[in-house]
């Protein structure tokens, strides 16, 4: 019996023990699996981007060497992975567009012109510098009496009236930017969406990936823009070409906006809006004292390469070297990136 009993007690020793060295070595592989994964990290920089046209040169092809820079804005909570991906220019072509409006406004070529077609009621150009076709009303009511009844339907009214122009493509309203005019026969437009401004409405379309838009190359406009009266004309078209189908291919680090704007510096950067309250012009080549007050996260596809990356937009002002203060917008990629 006692040795029935000192048996039992061996057994239930032993498996006590065991249960420690099982805990023991389960704690052990956690720690060492924890310190792999954090040595790996650091051994391992993080996935970086080439050099690319977007930041190449400026807007106007020039090129501009930042002297120095600093953020003194607000950073809104921007997330921590970001998306990189592809884009297929296959869903709306130049042609496409041009056959579709001129077909359905009933527009005829220009005399001596390539890129005008002219009716009584509309005309529409093409921009091949930034690859952007507008339509535009030369015949306006000279009293705008009707309304929309809210700033949805406003909305919803441009919205089915893109999908039927362009079913194909697939953008989201931009809500924020959406205006709204209140004039007569010169429209003006307010961002308020008061019951006496809903006469005429201008609705902002873009790309979108998560809750970011997608702007085409270096474009500050977003891809399609539609302005509508509330009985139905087209004021106004701006629509960006070729039409993209977006594919994410990896979810990456988003890099600091301190980090970003040590790239700047580095010059792996562009403007792409600048203005001047000055009869001088001032040149670009070299800007100093950069002082950014606002930074919003977007993307950008590179119509050279088809590739997407995020880009952080910093607005503020800077120094020309005549002095002069010039206002501007500036994108650099919200990724790592190759520098030389």
């Not at 015949?139 to 309304?147: A, G, I, L, T, V």
Request: proline content about 5%; hydrophobic content about 40%.
């Amino acid at each position: 019996m006692f040795n029935e009993y000192q048996k039992q007690g061996t057994e239930k020793v032993e498996k006590k023990s065991f249960f420690k060295r099982w805990c023991v070595l389960l704690i052990l592989f956690i720690l060492i699996s924890y310190f792999v994964t954090i040595g790996f990290r650091i051994l391992t920089p993080p996935p970086t981007i080439p050099n690319n046209s977007l930041i190449a040169s400026n807007t106007n092809k020039t090129k501009t060497d930042f002297v120095s820079a600093k953020f003194v804005g607000e950073e809104p909570a921007f997330p921590k992975l970001v998306s990189i991906g592809k884009g297929s220019a296959t869903l709306l072509s130049k042609a496409n567009v041009e056959k579709k409006l001129t077909s359905e406004y009933i527009l005829d070529l220009a005399e001596g012109s390539d890129h005008i077609w002219l009716s009584s009621v509309y005309g529409l150009t093409f921009d091949s510098q930034n690859n952007v076709f507008t339509l535009s009303r030369n015949q306006f009511e000279p009293f705008y009496d009707k309304k929309f009844a809210s700033a949805e339907q406003a909305i919803s009214t441009t919205t089915a009236k893109l999908k039927q122009l362009f079913p194909e493509i697939d953008v989201v309203v931009q809500k924020t930017a959406v205006k709204y005019g209140d004039a007569r026969a010169q429209l003006e437009f307010t961002s308020s969406s008061d019951t006496k401004n809903l006469i005429v409405v201008a609705v902002p379309y873009s790309y979108q990936i998560g809750n970011y838009p997608l702007y085409v190359g270096q474009n500050y406009e977003y891809p399609v823009m539609l302005s509508m009266d509330a009985s139905g004309n087209i004021i106004k078209l701006n629509i960006t070409v070729p039409m993209y189908k977006i594919e994410i291919t990896q979810e990456v680090d988003r890099i600091p906006v301190s980090v970003a704007i040590d790239n700047i510096v580095k010059d792996k950067a562009a403007i792409i809006t600048r203005t001047a309250n000055s009869i001088q012009t001032p040149t670009v080549e070299t800007l100093s004292n950069l002082i950014f007050t606002s930074v919003q996260l977007e993307y950008r596809v590179d119509q050279q390469t088809s590739n997407i990356y995020p880009y952080y937009r910093f607005g503020g002002t800077a120094k020309s070297p005549e002095d002069i203060t010039v206002q501007l917008e500036v994108i650099t990629p919200a990724v790592s990136i190759e520098i030389e």
